[in-house]
C-alpha cells in the first residue's frame, strides 16, 4: 500500500498519534496512582495509629527496664553490704589475711593454688563462713597430705573434699571447701 500523503502530514498525524498514546498512558498511571492510594489509605491510617501505640509501649517498656535495673542493682548493693557487714562484725573470729596466708602455709610441695574463694552463708540455725579453694596438684600424695593438713587444723567435719579430687595420679585439679563458723563460740 502506497502512502500518498505529503512529509508535513505524515509528521503532524505521527505526533497527534504519540500525543493520544501519552495522554492515554498518563491517564491509565494517574488512575493507577489514585486507585493505589485509595486502597492503602485505610492502611496507613492504621499504621500510623499503631505507631503512636507501639511508640507509648516502648517508652513504658524502657522505664520498667531502667526501674528493674535499679531495683537490681539496689538488691546486689544491699547483699555486698550485708557481706561486708558480717565480715567487719566482731562475732567473726578470723581475720581473713592471716586465714589465707594459713591455708597457704599448709600447702605441701607440688600443690598449686589459684583461686581462694571466701563467702559467708546464712542457714536456718546458724551462719558459715565458707572458704573454697581450688588448684592444681602435681601428684596425688601431695594433694592427699595438704587435705590431711586442712583436717588436722581446721577438723574432719569442717574440710570437704569430693571424691573426684582423688582420680588423677598426676597434675589433678582439686577443689575443697572450709566451713567455719562465724560467731565466736
Known sequence: MINLLPPEDKKSIRKEYLGRL?????AFFTF????????LLPNFFLFSSQSGDLAAQISAAEEKI???DAEKSAGEIKKINERLAMINSPKFDYRLSELF???IGLKSAGVKITAINFDVQKT???TEARVSLSGKASARDGLLDFISKLKRSYGDQRVSSPITNL???KDAAFSLTITLPY???
Open 32 to 39: 493507577a496512582f489514585f486507585a493505589g492510594a485509595t486502597v
Open 183 to 185: 560467731e565466736k563460740q
Open 22 to 26: 501519552a495522554a492515554v498512558w498518563g
Open 124 to 126: 536456718k540455725s546458724s
Open 167 to 169: 582420680i588423677s595420679d
Open 101 to 103: 596466708q594459713e591455708i
Open 66 to 68: 531502667k526501674k528493674l
